[in-house]
């Protein structure tokens, strides 16, 4: 067990046999009375996001989760695949605890949360290099305006990109909103 006031994002407990993990907290105190903690949380098995708010001194049941770095092979319409490159073992996890599956790009490395010998969630990094397969051409030398094209990348994600990107040269998106970064090297 552990105090509520410990909870950071991406700790894991268990309440109410629910898997939980952190997105966010918050500690509110308000004049008198017991401070109380917000804390927004994910549901490791459903993939559903919800506020929860604790006085100051609850406790819930503290989750220890094994993290591993798996290289991405393929998915389905359910299912995502993984390879532990040590051991070549193969894991699946649901595709409705990966946020933002649609990033998810074949040969790259991502971080799987583990219970045991259970895949729990799958950790975007917060940037990924895409290419872009379709977009209206260039204009050179509009590089300093803040003026956006349309364009879809090789993961057929839409986006939207500066005028001086063309077809073929790679991007960095943000995952947590699907938006244009900067221009890979």
Do not use: C
């Not at 583990?114 to 397969?133: I, N």
């Not at 364009?151 to 001086?164: H, M, R, S």
């Amino acid at each position: 067990m552990i105090s509520v006031t410990e909870l950071r994002a991406g700790a894991t407990y268990k309440e109410d046999g629910q898997l939980l993990q952190v997105v966010s907290y918050e500690h509110i105190k308000m004049g008198r009375g017991s401070a109380n903690i917000k804390v927004k949380v994910k549901n490791l098995k459903t993939g559903s996001t919800v506020e929860k708010s604790y006085i100051n001194g609850a406790k819930v049941d503290n989750v220890h989760v094994l993290k591993k770095d798996l290289q991405f092979l393929y998915k389905d319409d359910e299912k995502a695949y993984f390879m532990n490159n040590a051991t070549y073992e193969q894991v699946e996890v649901l595709l409705v605890t990966v946020p933002d599956h649609q990033f998810l790009k074949e040969g790259e490395t991502f971080n799987v949360s583990f219970l045991g010998d259970e895949a729990l969630t799958v950790t975007l990094p917060p940037k990924m290099v895409f290419k872009v397969v379709d977009t209206a051409p260039g204009i050179k030398g509009n590089s300093a305006t803040n003026v956006f094209k349309d364009a879809t990348l090789e993961n057929n994600i839409q986006t939207k990109v500066p005028l001086f990107i063309n077809i073929g040269e790679s991007i960095k998106i943000d995952t947590r909103t699907g938006s244009y970064s900067e221009k890979a090297t």
